[in-house]
């Protein structure tokens, strides 16, 4: 160890005892060895991934704000541990996550029940538990073409939660594809630049579950009083909120109140605003004021930085070639491959065997779905106009020859079978209700085992989409 490095060393150890007490430091931290620096990164030796996880549980505020005063507040932090206790062919690389300063680890987040925020005090700067995850910011997030127009949506509101361009943001997409990790990243951003800042993370059915409880005490007014005094808001999965009435008739007041002091809303959802069934018309209307913005799942070359991301996070090395073959068999979700990664760090260590092909073959069978061709409501009337000898036009007509109208509900069927659009959006395409487009499937569903020429059509529309 160079003279400069062993000084670096000690002090950063130092002050970790002087934090932690003598007792304490014996037992985590006095095995704990430097590996390397090489100026922008030091890399700690670990007896055990136990210790990682201490570290990085109960020690990293302590650890980082250490870091910065002994090595530069630009210093980043690895390990080496050994897999197997002992055993130096086991040693693998984790690399720290980066996490926020200002948040406060919850063991409360993890209870079975739902945590009520209204009941915590915190230390981090604030009257309440924000219910951020630490780990879930920016810096951890990985960006590609593909997510880079909501990724800076998201940053610009974080970078200034007073301007009112993108308020309220809706942001929506299918499951798994970084919603959650997004939204919280705008509260962590807010509260390291004003950690006084009142900032809220919540999921739609935890609130409704606060909801009932203030409602059997009697206490809606000071439920709303409470929600009106936050900063921001980050309202997680508002599509559990559908045909939920009463909680969208207390949403309202807290949403106008926050709305009109300039305070920070934010939604994410499965679906568009104008795709939910079961919410009022004016709360649809209200996400208008602000910016609605899809996150796709991630395209190729974000998929396979995913997958190198995960990986490195988690001490693995995964070959150029093996990346390159899981991000072509992969559909996309974020949990997907995270998934991926776990099984092949799994089955590594557990037959302690090099990474291959094979092995993300054996990994990628029991976690993958398939990749199915999207299919459109577009490419269902066109689709349906062909096998009927029509004009597309035609299916969106008030005609009711019969041709035509069968034609029509085909379309509603299919929509609804091989789309995730609602009733309610398959009926605003084609000009109807969604009454009468309920009362169209129906119909199918119902002649379908009698009209064998009905049934022959729809198969074979089906068959051609999938093609």
Not at 300 to 324: C, F, H, T, V
């Amino acid at each position: 160890m160079s003279p400069e490095l062993q000084q670096k060393w000690d002090k950063f150890m130092n002050l970790i005892r002087d934090n932690v007490g003598a007792e304490r430091f014996r037992t985590w931290f006095a095995e704990a060895i430097p590996v390397g620096f090489d100026g922008g990164e030091i890399v700690i030796g670990l007896p055990s991934h136990f210790f990682f996880e201490k570290y990085e549980d109960d020690f990293y505020g302590i650890i980082s704000k250490s870091l910065r005063h002994a090595f530069g507040p630009s210093v980043k932090l690895a390990y080496e541990i050994n897999v197997i206790n002992h055993d130096a062919k086991s040693r693998v690389r984790l690399e720290s996550p980066e996490q926020s300063h200002v948040i406060t680890s919850k063991i409360a987040r993890q209870a079975t029940r739902p945590v009520n925020p209204l009941e915590e005090k915190t230390a981090d700067g604030g009257d309440i538990d924000s219910q951020l995850n630490e780990t879930l910011n920016f810096q951890n997030y990985c960006v590609g073409e593909s997510n880079k127009l909501p990724f800076t949506i998201a940053e610009y509101i974080a970078n200034n939660p007073r301007k009112t361009d993108f308020n309220p943001f809706f942001l929506y997409g299918e499951v798994g594809v970084g919603k959650t990790h997004l939204i919280q990243a705008i509260g962590i951003r807010i509260k390291e630049r004003n950690p006084g800042a009142k900032v809220l993370f919540i999921p739609m059915r935890q609130f409704q579950y606060l909801l009932a409880a203030a409602t059997v005490k009697k206490e809606i007014p000071g439920f709303i009083n409470w929600f009106q005094q936050m900063d921001a808001i980050l309202f997680d999965d508002l599509q559990e909120l559908s045909f939920k009435d009463g909680t969208m008739k207390v949403l309202f007041p807290i949403f106008n109140h926050l709305h009109h002091r300039g305070r920070t809303l934010v939604f994410t959802c499965d679906r568009p605003p104008v795709e939910l069934d079961g919410i009022t018309d004016r709360l649809i209307d209200r996400f208008k004021w602000g910016i609605t913005e899809k996150l796709p799942r991630p395209d190729r070359a974000l998929r396979r930085e995913i997958l190198r991301y995960k990986a490195s996070k988690n001490g693995l090395d995964i070959p150029a070639d093996i990346l390159d073959y899981i991000a072509d068999n992969t559909s996309g979700s974020v949990r997907e491959l995270e998934g991926i990664v776990m099984g092949i760090l799994t089955r590594s260590i557990t037959l302690n065997a090099p990474i291959s092909i094979e092995m993300a073959c054996s990994v990628m069978r029991n976690s993958v779905r398939p990749i199915r061709k999207t299919i459109n409501f577009d490419m269902i009337v066109d689709a349906t106009a062909e096998y009927y000898n029509l004009n597309p036009d035609v299916i969106f007509s008030k005609s009711r020859v019969r041709d035509i109208a069968d034609a029509r509900m085909v379309t509603m069927y299919l929509g609804n079978k091989l789309t995730d659009l609602s009733l309610k959006a398959i009926g605003r395409k084609l000009n109807r209700t969604h009454t009468t487009v309920m009362h169209g499937i129906s119909a199918i569903k119902d002649r379908m085992p009698f009209a064998h020429d009905l049934l022959e059509a729809v198969e074979q529309i089906e068959s051609d989409l999938r093609r």
